[in-house]
């Protein structure tokens, strides 16, 4: 007996499926929809904010720091951590005249208030001063050729010499999703006796300064060739580096699973049920 095909409007393909086959695929499809949805807002953010919690540095085996850490000048009040959220925002601390030794130049980290020899120790080539960082409590690899600038590059020969020292290179970066940072010297106190400083008329480092997202630091009165606002402190910037690419955690990547097998198995069972349908259209 040939093969006789009856009652066949389109192609096969577009068959009436059996009782029930439609309900299934709505619902398997609304279950994979909402599965794919929950993987959506279980994924982590592109941008974490950059929170700087501790400061603590070294210069010269003297050591100055936030108010939460351990050290015999702790300068700086982060209030709890102070918040950098966007790539670009910057935190600069340097004097602030509250806590430490030095009174109102309580930075002056090329001096060295409260080294072991008593008074001041100023950082020379014949007695050099090594840097250290610390940020958040990691301790920070320093490299480039302004390690060195709290130290004045260990050429602070006193008197009135100008310990002034402009942002002139990063010396630690954490890479995306961290911060990077800067050294820099403000000094418009040191010059020729009824002269003015050699970096005059500004002699702090150029923008962010006290212009930063947050600046941390208070400028004294009148000393030496200084009438105000004045400055003869070591300076750091911390700035917010651009965000890390976003890791899936592996809840994430387990309902994605989810939601793939599910539209795999909804796909599957279409085709499954079209041949069926086709072969029923197909009378012998």
């Known amino acids: ?164 020292h402009d942002w002139n290179g990063v010396v630690a970066d954490t890479g995306l999703g961290g911060f990077r940072v800067w050294f820099g010297y403000a000094d418009n106190v040191h010059g020729p006796v009824g002269g003015v400083a050699p970096c005059a008329p500004n002699c702090l480092p150029s923008t962010p300064f006290a212009n930063a997202t947050t600046f941390i630091g208070q400028g004294a009165g009148a000393t030496g060739v200084c009438t105000s606002n004045c400055f003869d402190a070591g300076a750091i910037r911390i700035e917010a580096n651009g965000p890390a690419p976003a890791i899936p955690e592996p809840a994430s990547l387990l309902l994605l699973g989810t939601g793939l097998m599910l539209g795999g198995g909804v796909a599957r069972r279409q085709v499954v049920d079209r041949i069926k349908s086709a072969v029923r259209s197909l009378k012998l």
């Open 1 to 164: 007996m040939g093969i006789r095909i009856a009652n066949v409007t389109g192609t096969p393909w577009e068959s009436i499926p059996e009782r029930g086959t439609t309900m299934r695929k709505g619902s398997l499809l609304t279950v994979g929809a909402f599965v794919f949805g929950l993987a959506s807002f279980a994924a982590p953010s592109a941008s974490e904010a950059v929170v700087i919690s501790q400061i603590s540095v070294t210069v010269g085996g003297v050591t100055w720091c936030d108010t939460t850490t351990a050290c015999l000048n702790q300068i700086w009040n982060l209030t709890g951590g102070v918040n950098l959220p966007t790539a670009g925002n910057s935190l600069v601390v340097t004097q602030t005249g509250t806590g430490g030794l030095g009174g109102a130049f309580n930075f002056d980290t090329s001096d060295r208030f409260g080294n072991p020899m008593g008074g001041i120790a100023t950082c020379t080539l014949v007695n050099p001063c090594t840097t250290s960082l610390s940020i958040n409590g990691v301790a920070q690899t320093l490299g480039g050729g302004n390690v060195n600038v709290l130290a004045d590059n260990n050429l602070d020969s006193g008197g009135t010499h100008n310990e002034f």
